[in-house]
C-alpha cells in the first residue's frame, strides 16, 4: 500500500473499509431503484402494519441517492446496525466534486481556512482541522451540526451530525469527500469515534 507522498501520477481508485452491516446503495439511475427496493425489503422484512413508512422510507432514499449522484457522488453507504430495537441510522457519502463546484484551493490548511470562515444556513458548532490520514495523507476533518428537517427524515426532530473529510488526491486538483451523516444527536460522539476509524482506512491504489 502506496502513502500519497509516493504518488507521481494519480492514483486509479481509491478504497475505504466500511462495518459490516453498511448497505451499498448504487447512485447511477439505472441501478438505483434495485437498490433501493432491495434495502426497503431487508429493513421492513417481516412488517406488514407500515406501508406508508415503507414507502417514506423509500422516497428519502431516492431523493438521497438522486441528490448524491448530482454532486458528484461516487458511492452512498446507509447503516443497518442496530443495538437491541434501536437502529444506528447514519450513513456515508464518498463524492468527488467537479471543478464547477470547488473552490481553487489544493492545500488542505488553505482549504480549512476557508471553510471556518464560510458556513451554511441551519449549521452550527462547526470544528475544522486538518489532519493526517494513515494511508492516504493530510485531510481537512470537518464537523457540524445541521439543524432537522422532519419533512425528509421520517419525523426526525434532533439535529444530525455531519463529519466530513476533504482530502486531497495525490498528482491531481481533484478532492476525494468523505461525507459522513447521523441523526442520532444522544449518541453522536460515539457515531462520530465511528466515523473517524473508517475515514481511517481511506487510501489510494
Given at each position: 500500500m502506496k502513502n500519497a507522498s509516493e504518488f507521481t501520477s494519480p492514483p486509479s481508485d481509491y478504497n475505504v473499509i466500511v462495518p459490516d452491516g453498511w448497505f451499498q446503495l448504487p447512485l447511477a439511475p439505472e441501478d438505483r431503484d434495485r437498490g433501493i427496493i432491495a434495502?426497503?425489503?431487508q429493513?421492513?422484512?417481516?412488517v406488514d402494519n407500515a406501508p406508508h413508512i415503507?414507502?417514506?422510507f423509500m422516497r428519502e432514499l431516492q431523493r438521497k441517492a438522486k441528490d448524491a449522484y448530482g454532486i458528484g457522488g461516487t458511492e452512498l453507504?446507509?447503516?443497518t446496525l442496530t443495538i437491541g430495537p434501536v437502529p444506528l441510522s447514519s450513513s456515508l457519502l464518498i463524492s468527488i466534486p467537479g471543478p464547477d463546484e470547488w473552490p481553487d484551493i489544493s492545500d488542505p490548511v488553505e482549504l480549512a481556512e476557508h471553510l471556518a470562515s464560510t458556513g451554511r444556513p441551519g449549521e452550527t458548532g462547526a470544528e475544522v482541522g486538518v489532519v493526517t490520514l494513515e494511508a492516504a495523507?493530510?485531510?481537512v476533518r470537518q464537523r457540524r451540526k445541521e439543524?432537522?428537517?422532519?419533512t425528509t427524515q421520517l419525523?426526525?426532530?434532533?439535529?444530525s451530525t455531519l463529519l466530513t473529510y476533504y482530502v486531497p488526491i495525490p498528482a491531481t486538483k481533484s478532492w476525494l469527500l468523505?461525507?459522513?451523516s447521523t441523526p442520532m444527536d444522544p449518541l453522536a460522539d460515539k457515531m462520530v469515534e465511528l466515523f473517524d476509524v473508517v475515514a481511517g482506512t481511506l487510501h489510494w491504489d
Open positions: 434495502l426497503a425489503e429493513q421492513f422484512q417481516g415503507k414507502k417514506q453507504y446507509i447503516s495523507g493530510k485531510a439543524a432537522p428537517d422532519p419525523g426526525n426532530e434532533l439535529p468523505l461525507n459522513f
